[in-house]
């Protein structure tokens, strides 16, 4: 069985919750293309991942939606190199990022106003450019 996945400080994926996979990779491979299973899927359980809080839960539901296979799991593949072992990393080392990336809580964006100034700034570029529209309007009747 695969090794549990670390990601932080109290943060792991533990071995029970990963399957490997190994299947036929597409592309072109010469001789080994239909005889080695060099591609990799690994299915993780995203309930069994210890040391997340409810926040970081919410997050890596919504980032790994589009990777959850029919059962919920998360289904990360990866079929870079020919090598079976050095695309399990690969695959690893991707669902580490996801759940990396869940950890990280996002900045509240405060609302803000422009200041006097910019307002300011933004309208006298708005009466230039309609200066210089003026300028290039045809003339009206009597005027030149």
Known sequence: M????DVAPGVR????????RAVRASGPGGQNVNKVSSRVELMVDLAAV???DEGARARLAAL???YLDAEGRLRMTAQESRDQ?????TAREK???LVEEALVV???????????GAREARI?????VARAKAIRRRPVNGEE
Not at 106 to 116: F, G, I, L, N, V
Not at 124 to 128: G, I, N, Q, W
């Open 2 to 5: 695969a090794e549990p996945i």
């Open 13 to 20: 994926i533990p071995a029970a919750a990963l399957l490997m």
């Open 50 to 52: 210890e040391g997340l």
């Open 64 to 66: 790994s939606a589009r």
């Open 85 to 89: 072992s050095r695309n399990l990393e």
């Open 95 to 97: 669902v580490r990022a």
């Open 106 to 116: 996002p900045k509240r964006r405060r609302a803000t106003r422009p200041s006097r």
């Open 124 to 128: 006298f570029a708005k009466k230039v």
